[in-house]
């Protein structure tokens, strides 16, 4: 049967090549969209929210299966609305929204028939996916399952080592991806999660899953946590179509071994905790995440921005209020974000440039003294203007030349302050970061 696989995926690479394609040619084709969304909204939610200690509370404090069963048979989320979840996404501009349909412990929103462990079998006897599916794509949202590789509640995942056992799990978990990619029309994303020591790679039969689900939605794109070597000039089959590093910002653009750009995407939470949790109130504030935003898309990453609702279902009030606040800025900005990346233009000390086609994005978010340097761009830009209102930027040379020419390069050229008098301290708000679009002479 392996040997199949084997002819079956030497056939796919081959066909790909006879078309005048290889395998980074079709991911970037597949992948154009998740480039251009550049913001989605990754939601975390399961009966975790009932001891409203984090999503890992059943493995950190050790409770028993048995033990644990109290919040599966109190899981009632009566305040549950996904259509004002995915209203909230779409007004802090998100694209695209990851949920978990299945965590580490087992328990799946979605109705699968291969488990009891499972919404239907609560108290709130719904298929909660299918709520969020239909709710999302109706406000044009692009969907993304998230499914844990890893099961505390199936026995025969403890049992690894016993071949009988371990692929009895390894059915199991291969039957419920093919429901989640059979019963809810298109999905965008299938976010797989995680690869840790041995179980990485062909341990999850990794060849076979992606056969299964490139033949039953050929346009998902896959993460890279199931364990292959993305970096390679043909990647592993399975090594995903975009990187994912967690709570932290790449220092430069992610590339493969010949150099050339590989998507990717940070994942972040909003206060430290990804499943719900009561005394976690330590905010990221609206600066933060746009600021976080922009560095991704001026190294041609996207940010995937996660919310933790509580047991009934709701999305904390200040995970809200941050989310709306983004949002504004957004809405007056976004065109500095979406389809854009890297800019041609080195970094600048005062915050980061990105780019689409003859637009070169500055956005100024660290407090600067006196003007605004563009290095070596005397002589490039034909225009300025302010993203926000689209008022014009008049350009100008370094103030009082006298003094200060000799500290500046001879095709340098500045941009008026475009931040609060220095007098006044800069808030720590979204409404600090301002945008200057450069239209560069062709």
Known sequence: MKYLSVIILSFILSSSMIFGQNAYEVRQQRTEWFRD?????????GIYAIPA????????????????????????????????????????????????????????????????????????????IKEFVDAFRAEGIKIGFYYSL???????????KDEQAWNRYIDYMHKQVEELLTNY??????????????LSGEKWEATKLVEMVRRLQPHILIDNRLGGNMFKDT????????????????????????????PWELCLTLNNSWGYNRTDFNYKTAHNIIYTLIN??????????????????????????????????????????????????????????????????????NFNIGQICLRGMLGKIKSASLVADRSELRLSEISNSNTNGKYVGKDDI????????LTTTP???ASFIRVAKLALQK
């Open 37 to 45: 969304a550049r913001f989605g909204m990754f939601i975390h939610w």
């Open 53 to 128: 200690r984090g999503e890992w509370v059943k493995n950190r404090e050790n409770i028993s299966t048995e033990d644990y069963q109290q919040y599966f048979d109190a899981f009632d989320p009566v305040d549950y609305n996904p259509k004002e979840w995915a209203k909230l996404a779409k007004k802090a501009g998100m694209k695209y929204a990851v949920i978990t349909t299945k965590h580490h412990d087992g328990f799946c929103l979605f109705d699968s028939k291969y488990t009891d462990y499972k919404a239907t079998r609560t108290p709130a006897k719904r298929d909660l």
């Open 150 to 160: 890893i099961d505390w509640y199936q026995p025969d995942f403890a049992n690894s």
């Open 185 to 198: 029309g298109k999905i965008d994303i299938l976010w797989v999660d995680y690869s840790a020591g041995e």
């Open 235 to 262: 990647p592993d089959f399975f090594a995903g179509d975009f990187g994912g590093p967690e709570q932290i910002t790449p220092p430069a653009i992610i590339r493969d071994d010949s150099g050339r750009p590989i």
């Open 296 to 365: 991704c898309v001026s190294k041609n990453g996207n940010l995937l921005l996660n919310v933790g609702p509580d047991a009934k279902g709701v999305i904390p009030k200040r995970s809200v209020e941050i989310l709306e606040e983004v949002g504004e800025w957004m809405q007056a900005n976004h065109e500095s974000i979406y389809g854009c990346g890297p800019a041609q233009f080195e970094k600048p000390e005062w915050g980061w440039y990105t780019q689409k086609g003859d637009a070169v994005y500055a956005h100024v978010t």
């Open 414 to 421: 500045f941009l008026p302050n475009l931040q609060p008098r």
């Open 427 to 429: 808030p720590n708000d």
